[in-house]
């Protein structure tokens, strides 16, 4: 099956900090590229949609200039938070979506953030 | 919009048992996909079926099956010889074939598997 790596898994930081986190996809070539965000015992809400080479469209409600998005290559986009407060503590997921995968998206398996 | 709603918050049933996780839907589309996700204690969201609406033959993986009734804008899931690795969060998902590839999830429904 299609494979999507997060990284990194885990991360605590200082209130004021930014944080960037990675989303692969491993075996095949992402055309678009999501990052959700969940609370817990709640679904996922989608946060924005990114292709590559291209700005990322954000959901209404999303700070764009807070939660920076970029698709880099056909296997790579990254989030940045930036200047994190501790409502952004949250659990972080990306998908990749790529023709050869059937048009459906696979998922990373998340990036728990803690900001302190 | 498209809305998809699942009725179930929380299910449960005795090991190597069958259960049915309902999921109901809106769109005035013709073309789409359809989707059942599972996301066990590990928070990883792992497909588990998919079901395109063309389609008639309901989508079958192992012990996972779907009753897709289009008329009906219903898509259950029903696991059979339910084990306890099955314990997880499973989400209902839309999404267009054309335009926007947003999926549109549930709220999920929780299934525990007892021993």
């Known amino acids: 099956g299609a494979v999507v790596s997060q990284h990194p898994s885990w991360v605590i930081c200082k209130s004021g900090t930014s944080v960037k986190i990675e989303c692969r996809s491993l075996?095949?070539?992402?055309?678009?590229m999501f990052w959700y965000r969940q609370f817990p015992k709640q679904s996922l809400m989608l946060m924005a949609t990114?292709?590559?080479?291209?700005?990322?469209?954000?959901e209404q409600g999303v700070e764009k200039d807070k939660f920076l998005i970029n698709h880099a290559s056909l296997t790579l986009s990254t989030l940045t938070v930036t200047s994190a407060h501790p409502e952004d503590s949250s659990f972080y997921i990306c998908?990749?979506?790529?023709?050869?995968?059937?048009?459906?998206?696979?998922f990373g398996p998340g990036t728990r953030l803690l900001v302190l | 919009a498209q809305t998809v709603t699942q009725s179930q918050p929380e299910m449960s049933v005795q090991e190597a048992e069958t259960v049915t996780l309902s999921c109901t839907y809106d769109?005035?589309?013709?073309?789409?996909?359809l989707f059942w996700y599972k996301q066990p204690p590990s928070r990883q969201m792992i497909l588990v079926i998919r079901?395109?609406?063309?389609?008639?033959q309901n989508a079958t993986e192992n012990r996972f099956s779907v009753n897709f009734q289009k008329a009906a804008k219903s898509f259950s899931l029903k696991i059979s010889d339910s084990q306890l690795g099955d314990t997880a969060m499973y989400f209902c998902?839309?999404?267009?074939?054309?335009?926007?590839?947003?999926?549109?999830f549930g709220k999920g429904t929780k299934l525990t598997v007892n021993p």
């Open positions: 998908s990749a979506l790529g023709v050869s995968v059937l048009e459906t998206q696979y």
């Open positions: 075996d095949f070539q992402a055309t678009t």
């Open positions: 990114s292709n590559e080479g291209s700005k990322a469209t954000y």
């Open positions: 769109t005035s589309e013709s073309n789409y996909y």
């Open positions: 079901q395109e609406a063309y389609k008639q």
């Open positions: 998902a839309f999404m267009n074939q054309r335009g926007s590839e947003k999926l549109v």
